[in-house]
């Protein structure tokens, strides 16, 4: 029997890292990412996604973004009422996306996102005040005396949590509820750090947090299976879902058409997935480099299997 909960998708196909949204952004086709708007709000996306940035195929400049911005935001929203979620580390592409969201016509945006490293974090945070927004909260950088560093381990993450909690609630005045954080992911086939375990076991440590209770978690979900065979990458996916869903992981920045959902518990590949990720776990007197190439060689017995 499956008992996880439905997970919320965040359409993430306007993204130049896909053929589709890099055309229409090449051409400034509005017609052409109202189609990808309405195509995720059609399959049932609980938000898009938008991240005009360049990517290794297309540059982008930022004062190109903010240019597009005040036409793409009221395109988008005359072909779906789906509120969006504006992706992107600089203050100002937040600042000129909220002033050009109709707030009437959809729910609350999402500010994508807040990170230890954010250069204008301060100003970010005025603006969720402001427009009384939802934001995605990064727990894989802390802050450091010297400013900000990758966490390395799952009570890293955790504290950043924390921290950004208490912060967003007493300069922003939000709630658990308005924040969705995002643990991180790593591609599992060429994870040798062990983060894909340190996503999960800081999920964990918030499920368990009742100060936390309420707080969402998302991950970019296409993260997971990059660069294994295309054959097992949804069901990769799914069975990553599986793990997450039990402990929190309710929404997930992903691709619609592809309608990812947790396995069933029951599912072989579920316990398959947990047992190589066991296998990342060091033993004692073993390096985590070692334990991630015994992790990557259980992932890749997976992906020799039929999944027809």
């Not at 982008?60 to 036409?71: R, T, Y």
Request: hydrophobic residues 40%; negative net charge.
């Amino acid at each position: 029997m499956n008992n996880s909960n439905k997970i919320n998708w965040i359409g993430e196909l306007i993204n130049n890292s896909y053929a589709r949204a890099r055309k229409a952004w090449q051409n400034k086709d509005l017609q052409g990412f109202q189609h990808l708007a309405k195509l995720q709000a059609d399959l049932g996306a609980k938000y898009i996604n938008i991240n005009i940035d360049g990517t290794q195929m297309v540059q982008v400049n930022q004062q190109d973004m903010l240019d597009f911005l005040p036409e793409l935001i009221p395109a988008i929203q005359e072909v779906t009422s789906v509120p969006l979620s504006f992706d992107n580390p600089a203050y100002k592409f937040h600042e000129v996306a909220f002033k050009h969201y109709d707030f009437s016509k959809s729910g609350r945006p999402i500010l994508n996102s807040l990170a230890a490293s954010r250069e204008e974090l301060e100003p970010m945070i005025e603006l969720i005040k402001a427009y009384d927004t939802l934001a995605i909260l990064m727990a894989s950088e802390k802050f450091t005396t010297d400013g900000s560093a990758p966490c390395i381990t799952a009570e890293d993450s955790y504290r950043t949590v924390k921290y950004f909690m208490e912060m967003l609630a007493n300069k922003a005045n939000r709630k658990n509820e308005d924040i969705i954080v995002d643990p991180g992911l790593a591609p599992v086939g060429a994870d040798t750090y062990g983060l894909v375990n340190i996503g999960l076991d800081t999920m964990k440590l918030i499920h368990n947090d009742a100060d936390l209770k309420g707080i969402h978690m998302s991950v970019g979900l296409s993260n997971f299976a990059w660069g294994t065979p295309k054959h097992v990458r949804l069901q990769l996916e799914n069975a990553y879902l599986a793990l997450g869903n039990p402990i929190g992981l309710d929404y997930a920045l992903a691709n619609p058409e592809k309608e990812p959902q947790p396995l069933d518990e029951s599912n072989p590949l579920v316990g398959q997935l947990r047992e190589a990720l066991q296998q990342g776990r060091p033993l004692e007197g073993e390096s985590q480099e070692d334990a991630g190439f015994r992790q990557a060689e259980h992932i890749m017995e997976i992906c020799m299997q039929d999944y027809d």
